[in-house]
């Protein structure tokens, strides 16, 4: 049996990381609500017991996990550490004693509790003193409700609210204003406003480098003289060539030497990232970890299917937020890099299979099914291996962003 399952970040007010929600479906063909709850609550466990560790997924921040009142009344929280989720009641669980009863458990166990696209009742003020966090859709809820939520919280300063599906910046400056203090969508990866931001000297280079290495032959002596005549790029080239990873017996003395020892592979990974790492740093952490997700699982997509070069893939996917990280179109932000001709139809959604690489990525990370589903079958992999890959993908940027002391 496979096991399926994605994550989403939550931000809080200062657009850094505070939690994820894991997602998790009976397979990329169903979708829920189609799924029975309990069952996909007792295989969220499962799998965080038996197929990945809950530290793969979240590192050291907390999981929210969506439980129904069978599997609260089952104790099945207490299989989780307290430390590591936030237990979120489904919208379908409606409030009674027994509910109020788990709650009142939880609590004294130490665990945080959410309700989950909450339905404002009077009844529920009675859960007040125990919810910690209250989560809305922004986009379904009226104005008029959540300002009845607002009043009728504001006598429980444990209560902190969280707005869900938030897709623009717009709609994080309105919640914002109105007093949530966490953040669940992907807004934090769409341009804030539309200006012009010259890349630097430095950036440029980078840039430079990117095309080179995204030929199908690298020329070698023009991409050492391209680091030659930056001083700081050599400097973290030859260190990161002499580290740990690549286990070498002696030490690297040019950077010719350090050029032909990381190899084309692992030198588009380690100027993707550092293009991606420099023009960022302004941003929040969590847009690179998401792009370096995504190019390590289109990585992992290209290396399964065997179509196309794997390095494509992977900048490809580093170089699918840059328009977020420059605050700038990708039409206008492409015409500034040299990328290769693919690499660029994929960004701006021309055909392609770069593009459909990456459209399976981002249908996969917001937990859309069906048509990761269908590109899944249309490329002729295996179910099993592509959760695989993107569990694998997800670790990586982890211990990426640990690396870069998340910035």
Known sequence: MYFYAARQPILDRDKNLFAYELLFRDGVENVFPDIDGDEATSRMIAGSQFNFGLDDFLGDKPGFINFTLDTLLKKYPSMLPKEQVVIEILETVQPGKRLLTECQQLKDAGYTIALDDYIHQPVWRHFYPLIDIIKIDFRETSQETIDEILVATAGFPNIKLLAEKVETIEEFQRALNMGFSYFQGYFFSKPEMLQSKALSPAQMTLAELLYETSKAEMDLAKITQIFERDVNLSYKLLRYSNSAVFKRRSEIETIKQALVVLGQVELKKFLSVLFTAQVSSEKPA????????????????????????????????????????????????????????????????????????????????????????ALIEKFGLANANVPDAYHEAVQWANEQMRALGDR
């Open 286 to 373: 969590e847009l690179m970890r998401l792009a370096m997700t995504r190019a390590r699982f289109a990585e992992g997509i290209a290396g399964l299917h065997r179509k196309t070069d794997t390095g494509k893939a992977f900048l490809t996917g580093m170089m699918s937020l840059i328009d977020a990280i420059l605050d700038e179109p990708m039409s206008s932000v492409l015409s500034k890099l040299p990328l290769a001709k693919e690499i660029k139809d994929a960004l701006v959604g021309e055909p392609g299979l770069l593009g459909e690489y990456l459209t399976l990525v981002k249908s996969y990370e917001q937990a859309q099914w069906q048509p990761a589903n």
